[in-house]
């Protein structure tokens, strides 16, 4: 549990940086841009890294029973994560819905796996970063973030939601070899 504890701390940690303006800045003028989003790009990997090998070696300590549609609605919930992750990198209309398409994605993931786990150690990790994710929206949104005005051709809708669910039926595919968990029975 400590890694996986100290993965959060790390990747969350690096991720709090832009809340705080003048840190951020401050970082730049005195390392560059380039030298910033380069240890930036190192930090949160290696957070990452730590939460991944601490989720899969933390102790299974349960909390709760998961409810029994819970499988349910993270199947639900989860192309709905791929296909906002998707629009946070490319071009669509998603956009002009939501300033925080990754941060709704990691949401509605943090959401669907609170719903069909019931660990501390899932706790953590889908609480804590749902948690982030819901603060930086908040965070974002008080620094003037906002819902681009520029419309797209549905052409780009169709091919970030099509690149969404391919990314999803990958993850599907490869959830027992990535986490341990095998998603559909």
Excluded at 163 to 174: D, N, P, Q, R, S
């Amino acid at each position: 549990m400590t890694l996986l504890v100290l993965g959060i701390l790390v990747f969350v940690g690096i991720h709090l940086v832009p809340t705080f303006a003048s840190v951020r800045q401050n970082l730049i003028t005195r390392y560059g841009a380039q030298a910033y989003k380069g240890g930036f790009t190192v930090i949160s990997f290696i957070g990452l890294i730590l939460l991944i090998i601490g989720k899969a070696k933390a102790d299974f300590v349960p909390l709760w029973t998961p409810a029994t549609w819970g499988a349910q609605v993270a199947m639900l919930l989860m192309p709905f994560s791929f296909i906002l992750l998707a629009a946070s990198n490319m071009p669509s209309n998603v956009k002009r819905l939501t300033a925080h398409p990754m941060l709704l994605g990691v949401t509605l993931w943090s959401a669907a796996h609170l719903a069909s786990n019931g660990d501390l150690a899932s706790l953590a990790l889908f609480g804590g970063l749902g948690a982030f994710a819901l603060f930086d929206m908040w965070s974002a949104n008080r620094r003037g973030a906002a819902p681009s005005k520029v419309a797209y051709p549905i052409t780009r809708d169709i091919v970030v939601v099509a690149v969404g669910v391919l990314a999803y039926g990958i993850f599907l595919f490869l959830h027992p070899y990535l986490f341990g968990v095998r998603v559909i029975t």
